[in-house]
């Protein structure tokens, strides 16, 4: 089979660099594009000797200009700590790096990933959310700017399939954790893990009766490739995905 020519921005986070070892592990040639604000080259430096594998430090808001057969666009902090940091670039990360990255799909007729999120529903009325479900999102809220963002781009790519005919796929990505999680990015099992190496207590916000869905990195990405070889996909946990 030919080699897949594959671009994955913000390709040197977390689940970005998982998701760049299983690519080029399955023979594809991966060029991994991150701006390194809350990716590390640690993430990837094992990768770096790799002739199939190549890193350009760049963000998603300067213009892409990558010839390649497969788009991961995972580009955009993601966890409250460091999205709040510059909210304004949050939500340009998240619109203008869509706009980029599906500019380029067009351009190269390349299929193209979006990593969209649970928090697209907001403070959802409805357990668990079916994909019908719209949401209940807070517009001008301190987190507005990756929720409003994530929505936002999620429209773009299904305006660009339905005006240009780009292939796309989005998924809805929950709680994922696992190896190369940043032990600052005050995520609940990150947090619980770094409490219970300290030896205290571990914190549970409110009255402890929130459910939240959990996901393995690892089995995110075996999960992303199978999604991969089918057209459009929303997906919510690792048990229940839904076929549009
Ligand atoms: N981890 C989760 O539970 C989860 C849940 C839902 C959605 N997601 C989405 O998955 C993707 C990856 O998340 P993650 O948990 O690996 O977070 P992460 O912060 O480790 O990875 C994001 C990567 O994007 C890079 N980046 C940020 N802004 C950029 C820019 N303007 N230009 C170029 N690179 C930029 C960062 O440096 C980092 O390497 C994100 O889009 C996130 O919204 C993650």
């Not at 998701?19 to 040639?29: P, R």
């Not at 351009?107 to 403070?123: F, K, P």
């Not at 292939?167 to 990150?190: A, E, H, L, Q, W």
Request: proline share 4%; net charge negative.
């Amino acid at each position: 089979m030919k080699r897949q020519r594959v671009l994955v921005t913000g390709g040197a986070g977390f689940i970005g660099s998982c998701l760049c070892e299983k690519l080029l592990d399955l023979g594809n040639d991966i060029v991994c594009m991150d701006n390194l604000f809350t990716g590390q080259k640690d993430n990837i430096r094992h990768l770096m000797d790799n002739p199939y594998f190549e890193f350009i430090r760049q963000d998603v808001l300067e213009d892409v200009y990558v010839e390649c057969d497969q788009i991961y666009n995972l580009a955009c902090p993601a966890s409250p700590v460091h999205y709040q940091y510059d909210p304004i670039k949050t939500g340009k990360t998240s619109v203008i790096g869509a706009l980029h990255t599906l500019g380029l799909a067009k351009r190269c007729h390349a299929r193209i990933l979006q990593a969209s999120t649970s928090e697209v529903y907001g403070d959802p009325e409805v357990h668990p959310q079916p994909e019908t479900y719209r949401g209940c999102v807070n517009p001008n809220g301190i987190r507005s700017c990756y929720d409003e963002g994530k929505r936002m781009a999620e429209t773009l790519f299904f305006d660009y399939h339905r005006q240009h005919g780009v292939d796309i796929k989005v998924i809805r990505i929950f709680n994922t954790y696992g190896p190369r999680m940043r032990c600052d990015d005050g995520r609940v099992i990150s947090n619980f893990v770094v409490q219970a190496l300290k030896n205290e207590d571990i914190t549970i916000y409110g009255d402890g009766n929130q459910t939240r869905s959990f996901c393995y990195v690892f089995c995110d990405s075996d999960y992303w490739m199978h999604l991969c070889k089918n057209r459009f996909v929303l997906y919510k946990s690792i048990i229940d995905f839904a076929w549009l």
